[in-house]
């Protein structure tokens, strides 16, 4: 059974043929900045897509690779060849590529290019020509700048002959590329080394002659330096103009300017122009001028006017009722400011100079005090600084306001509490106890800070006391909050007033006895309008007439009347409208408009007798009594 299985694998192997793969991959390069660089890449069995990528970066599949002008694919692509060119080649090229056969999962080894960068000519200090002073040991300094790739070595030499001795160093920057190498010659000039000529070469594997830079020497003198400005006595503002002028043999190379020993940076000729401010005065300019020799300095400083600047501003200060207090503050100006000290919102002025002192401090004493600066100058503007005095006292307790409460209902009362130092303790009491935080019984005391403090008086603090459940004797009572801290005690008394629930009773029972008033008017007036309509229901189906009295004593009937029997037999005939008189009696409405006089009474049995009931009922309803 086995061997059936592997036949039949190696047919279908057979049939499949070889699989996309590499005939030559990417190798490690090495180019010179600006050459053309080669990649080669070449693929068996495979016609699918093929890229390159730099850094893991997809440079795309067309053969002239768009967005990335230097770069190209060379060969024929039918026959698996895809070669990667650039050029010419810069420092961004140096990266690493690979070559990809995305359909086939196919990835070469990486190729790093390296881009080699040839040193620039070498800069000797002080050159082309040097001036030495016989017998002087001297440095002789030759330093290589730019993006050379290797490093550059820098060597020494002389009429062709390597010189030893020299130091050389490396200045890097913070990624770790070199931004300068040097290479420092120390020697002591004799009078025979007068025009000499010393050579400075920058060597790498990129320029492997290197590159040289030749210097003269010569035996001269160093510069002698004077410096002025115009103007010496300035403004703070105004423009000031330093001019450094030197005397030497062989001429000056160069120049340098410092402001308080810091670099001026940006400035290399004989002149300097500067907008003045407070720090010339304490500052002064110096130029060094250099030359082959060597290099000299001059200073000077400037008599600038400026207005008030605040150097030491006053500090807070905390000290106890009845000690010394005082307040520092120091201005520096040119002519020196005058200085006061006043209260924050008063105008008196309490004392002159860069010290306050106050003297016994009492509680009416703290808070903000300003020290202020006036320009000796006119114009020149001023300035001021404040700090608070805070007197440490014992504290200051003030009943706050507390709502009335009911009689076994819950009840707060509030105390604020000022101090400094902070109260070590708050306490509320009572006849029969006190409580200084937490729970007791009936009552609970919280202690919160107070939204805002007086000045100078130190943090404020708002007790609170909760009653649940009053009873009489809290309203009789009073309650003392007390706070007291290391230099004292102060308290005050607080009472509960008393909320009484009476007034209200009766207020809701009047209006609840009106509302029921109000209804049994309208049911009752419902009623006999009920009852009204159901007598003229009966009236109107009987037909009759109303009897009224004649004067001949004759009484009137209907013809059903006549044919039925009299109308004793049926009692009495009653029209429907029927109203009260003023006497409260029923009168009927006269339908004849007084043709006819009808009077008519009815038993207390009658509809309309509900009127009436209703009134007598309604009687006293208002009576709360």
Known sequence: MLAPALLLLLCLGGRAGPSPHFLQQPKDLVVLLGHEARLPCALGTYSGLVQWTKDGLALGVERDLPGWPRYWLSGNAASGQHDLHIRPVELEDQASYECQATQAGLRSRPAQLHVLVPPEAPQVLGGPSVSLVAGVPANLTCRSRGDAQPTPELLWFRDGVQLDGATFYQTLLKKGATESVESILSLTPSSHDDGATLVCRARSQALPAGKDTAVTLSLHYSPVVTLSAEPQTVQEGEKVTFLCQARAQPPVTGYRWAKGGSPVLGARGPMLEVVADASFLTAPVSCEVSNAVGSANRSTALDVQFGPILQAKPEPMSVDLGEDASFSCAWRGNPLPRVTWTRRGGAQVLGYGPTLRLPSVAPEDAGDYVCRAEPGLPGRGGGAAEARLTVN?????????????????????????????????????????????????????????????????????????????????????????????????????????????????????????????????????????????????????????????????????????????????????????????????????????????????????????????????????????
């Open 393 to 625: 006292a014992p504290p200051v307790v003030t009943a706050l306001h507390s709502a009335p409460a009911f009689l076994r209902g819950p009840a707060r009362l509030q105390c604020l509490v000022f101090a400094s130092p902070a109260p070590e303790t708050v306490v509320w009491s009572w006849d029969e106890g006190f409580l200084e935080k937490g729970s007791r019984g009936r009552f609970l005391v919280e202690t919160f800070p107070a939204p805002e403090g007086r000045d100078g008086q130190g943090p404020g603090l708002i007790s609170v006391l909760h009653i649940s459940g009053t009873q009489e004797s809290d309203f009789s009572r009073g309650f003392n909050c007390s706070a007291r801290n290391r230099l004292g005690e102060g308290g005050t008394w607080v009472s509960l007033g008393r909320r009484d629930l009476l007034p209200t009773v009766r207020i809701v029972a009047g209006v609840a006895s009106s509302a029921m008033t109000l209804l049994m008017i309208i049911t009752g007036v419902a009623l006999c309008c009920w009852c009204q309509g159901k007598a003229s229901a009966s009236f109107s189906k009987q037909k009759n007439l109303v009897r009224i009295p004649g004067s001949n004593g004759s009484s009137l009937r209907g013809p059903e009347e006549e044919e039925t029997g009299s109308s004793e037999d049926q009692g009495p005939i009653m029209h429907s409208d029927l109203v009260l008189d003023e006497e409260g009696a029923l009168e009927t409405k006269d339908p004849t408009n007084g043709y006819y006089k009808v009077r008519g009474v009815s038993p207390l049995s009658s509809p309309n007798s509900c009127v009436a009931s209703v009134q007598l009922k309604s009687a006293g309803i208002f009576n709360l009594s």
